[in-house]
């Protein structure tokens, strides 16, 4: 069953968001009819998630060209959406793409330059959502008939363009009538856990239990998970993966126990130009996300912050990283290669 809302929609000249800063509390919606409006978009994390990031940039491209028609113009915008948010790759994959597009069709009448780009951009959208079904229904292979599953972070409908990724395969093995529960990690802290995964839980009826990112440990020592399932921004040339802060810890005590833990990311998350995770851009955001809790002050004034987005988990760290073209497991870096060169895994 597809989700009752929608994360992105395009219609008239306008991109059309879910305010993910806001849900559940509130479920409204936010327009974007400029590139500037796409950028804050995604830096202030009313679209965020990494193939969702990627789909609104697709977008924010096309606006950009209705706005430039100079080339340089057009081509410092292209610049300025790439920069909203640094981690996850798929921001400037999509505006690759796209700016691929603008360079082949440079010579076409500037109304069939822009009908291409927005059929480009729509493209992206569309893909996004069938290449998470394919690597659900690829990834809900691996989940035992009866499992339970540690979540971290939201991999849904509301981060990509539709379905999600590791929240697709868990509602994919849910829908198999597979006997399932899920624990999901609140995720601190922007919380996305307990307000987008908890939401997209509760709309899809799975069972499932919301925790506090430390009851994970407890939770993983007591033989209670029997497998991990969560996303990725930016999967080096190695198999090492950048994801949601947290997951690298959960990694850590995962390997400890013996417990599968596998990334679920469509190929156009693996970054093949990076040879390992040390390379990744890590996002470091404002300190009031860590100081303040839904707009209250809970830490002193002029604490000094660390917050850093994302983290890198280590290859050695997976069990495997399940894709559309199927699951990369160990030695990642020759399966990654031999990905690159369109060979099945
Ligand atoms: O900061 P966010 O909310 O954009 O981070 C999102 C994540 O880390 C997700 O796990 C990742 O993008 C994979 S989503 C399919």
Redesign the pocket.
């Known amino acids: 069953m597809d989700e009752s809302f929608a994360t992105l929609i395009f219609k008239d000249d306008t991109l059309t968001l879910i305010d993910?800063r806001i849900l559940p509390a509130e479920v409204s919606y936010v327009t974007c009819k400029t590139f500037e409006d796409v950028e804050f978009a995604i830096r202030d994390?009313i679209v965020?998630?990494?193939?969702?990031?990627g789909s609104a940039a697709a977008y924010g491209v096309y606006l950009a060209a209705l706005q430039c028609p100079d080339d340089a113009d057009f081509k410092k915008a292209c610049k300025f959406l790439s920069l909203a948010?640094p981690?996850?790759v798929?921001l400037g994959w999509a505006i690759n793409r796209m700016l691929a597009t603008y360079e082949h069709n440079i010579k076409q009448p500037r109304a069939e330059l822009l009908n291409l780009l927005l059929a480009e951009a729509d493209s992206i959208r569309e893909e996004d959502i069938k290449t998470n079904k394919l690597m659900s229904r690829i990834g809900a292979a691996v989940v035992p008939q009866k499992a339970t599953i540690l979540t971290?972070?939201?991999?849904?409908a509301l981060?990509?363009a539709g379905w999600?990724?590791?929240?697709g395969v868990i509602k994919t093995a849910f829908y198999d009538k597979k006997d399932i529960f899920v624990y999901a990690d609140e995720?601190r802290p922007?919380f996305?856990g307990a307000r987008?995964t908890a939401w997209e839980l509760m709309e899809a009826k799975i069972p499932s239990k919301l925790i506090p990112d430390s009851a994970a440990a407890t939770l993983i020592r007591d033989g209670k998970i029997d497998l991990v399932l969560?996303?990725?921004?930016r999967v080096a040339a190695n198999g090492d993966v950048a994801?949601?802060?947290g997951?690298f810890a959960l990694s850590v005590i995962c390997k400890a126990y013996g417990i599968p833990f596998y990334s679920?990311?469509?190929v156009s998350?693996i970054d093949f130009s990076i040879p390992d995770g040390s390379a990744i851009p890590i996002?470091e955001r404002d300190a009031e996300e860590v100081t303040h809790v839904q707009g209250v002050q809970v830490a002193p004034k002029g604490m000094d912050v660390y917050n850093p987005?994302?983290d890198v988990t280590p290859h050695q760290n997976l069990t495997g990283i399940i894709t559309e073209k199927g699951i990369i497991y160990p030695p990642f870096k020759e399966n990654i290669e031999r990905l690159e060169r369109g060979e099945t895994l």
């Open positions: 993910q994390m965020r998630g990494a193939p969702a990031i948010r981690t996850a798929n971290h972070c939201n991999t849904g981060a990509t999600g990724t590791a929240l995720t922007r996305q987008l969560l996303g990725g921004d994801n949601k802060l997951t679920v990311v469509p998350t996002e987005a994302f």
